[in-house]
């Protein structure tokens, strides 16, 4: 194929997904942020509605470009990594071989052929070919090579026709001069927004996913903070900077907004209140080094939950772990949420169940009109509240 012009889109990382477009399509200004920031993002180039690479774009300036063929198979990944030429040095380079479509599909190779260069130049060349029982090998081939002949310059945002000479070795030649076309999403609406949190606690009929429901305001315990830091986790993997919330020192309640459907009840919301004032704003609980700026339509950073269990608690208290099973998980199996109890003036912890269990969920901060901190809000999104912002 030899091509005048590229349609350029961007989305999240992308490698093992096949087709035109992006399952989680981005704008090409907020792949532009996240350029500027570090962040992983990916590029797809095609042209004639068949996709030609796919580049991905991670942490520390490494880049790894997957080509694909005239049937739109992927047939080839180049990892690239940072050279002290101040260009990039393609430092692995895999090639794999399919005997039909259905092996293709299963990602079982025939042969498999792997490329290494070192930042001097040396090369190793090894194949593997596929034999019943697992795959077996042929003498590795080692030699020196210019290494100018496997650098490429490091590109800016944008500049994706360097790019394009990589395309050739998947048959597809570039016109002198390569058109790139934005086709990229538009930046829509941006982040997650709170919107009718409120209104997650107010008992009564609704509507989910589900059919009609029932919301029934749960009273949960009172949560004690001595530290000054509420802290949002799973209490089975509390992290290393897990999401922290300022907040004054004292006895607060906290609530459960529980959801009946015909298909039984779960945890839709928790709420600990710190202030009986109405919040006038919301804002997400962001950990230090995360920008809003960076996330696109709908998006948002959340308390990430492996045992579908979610948790308040202060900064310092402290969870041993071969207890959380007698403590906390059992008991959850029969009740929405469990008391780990601290020997008053020592702050306590609040387990309760998350929603449909394992996933990430939005953490909001409802503020007043003088900008304390009057509540903050778990939503487990298992129905959307009415409401405004």
């Not at 002290?84 to 498999?112: C, I, P, Y």
């Not at 829509?188 to 008992?203: C, D, M, N, V, Y």
């Not at 928790?270 to 109405?278: E, Y």
């Not at 009740?335 to 020592?346: C, Q, S, Y």
Request: aromatic content about 8%; proline content about 8%; overall charge negative.
């Amino acid at each position: 194929m030899i091509f005048e012009s590229l349609d350029v889109s961007y989305g999240e990382m992308w490698g093992c997904h096949k087709g035109m477009t992006h399952p989680d399509p981005m704008s090409s200004a907020l792949a532009a942020r996240k350029h500027a920031a570090g962040r992983d993002y990916a590029v797809l180039l095609s042209a004639r509605e068949r996709p030609l690479a796919l580049i991905e774009y991670w942490p520390r300036r490494m880049w790894r470009v997957y080509l694909f063929d005239d049937r739109s198979w992927r047939m080839q990944m180049i990892d690239l990594q940072p050279h002290g030429t101040g260009m990039l040095l393609a430092h692995r380079n895999t090639r794999w071989q399919f005997s039909d479509e259905r092996q293709h599909s299963s990602g079982k190779w025939d042969v498999q052929e792997t490329t290494t260069v070192s930042a001097d130049g040396q090369v190793e060349v090894r194949s593997e070919f596929a034999r019943p029982g697992g795959a077996s090998g042929v003498p590795v081939r080692r030699f020196a090579a210019p290494v100018e002949s496997f650098l490429c310059p490091v590109p800016e945002f944008g500049d994706w026709q360097v790019f394009a000479p990589f395309l050739a070795q998947q048959g597809h030649e570039p016109a002198t001069t390569v058109v790139l076309n934005d086709v990229s999403v538009d930046d829509g609406s941006g982040p997650l927004r709170a919107t009718g949190i409120e209104q997650l606690f107010s008992p009564g009929a609704c509507d989910t996913p589900d059919g009609p429901a029932v919301v029934e305001p749960v009273d949960a315990g009172m949560l004690r903070i001595t530290s000054g830091q509420l802290v949002v986790s799973d209490p089975g993997c509390i992290e290393v900077t897990p999401r922290t919330v300022a907040v004054p020192p004292g006895e607060f309640p906290v609530t459960l907004s529980t959801l009946r459907t015909r298909h039984g009840a779960g945890v839709a919301a928790a709420r600990v209140t710190f202030l009986d004032i109405p919040p006038r704003e919301w804002e997400m609980a962001l950990q230090p080094d995360e920008d809003p700026g960076l996330l696109g339509e709908g998006q948002f950073y959340g308390v990430g939950v492996d045992t579908g269990t979610v948790a308040f608690m202060d900064a310092t208290r402290t969870v041993i772990d071969d207890r959380l099973d007698e403590d906390v998980f059992e008991p959850l199996e029969d009740h929405f949420a469990v008391e780990l109890p601290g020997t008053p003036p020592e702050p306590n912890l609040i387990a309760f169940r998350a929603g449909r269990g394992d996933g990430v969920y939005p953490v909001w901060i409802g503020r007043t009109d003088d900008g304390q901190v009057g509540c903050v809000v778990v939503d487990f999104q298992l129905h959307s509240a009415d409401g405004g912002e």
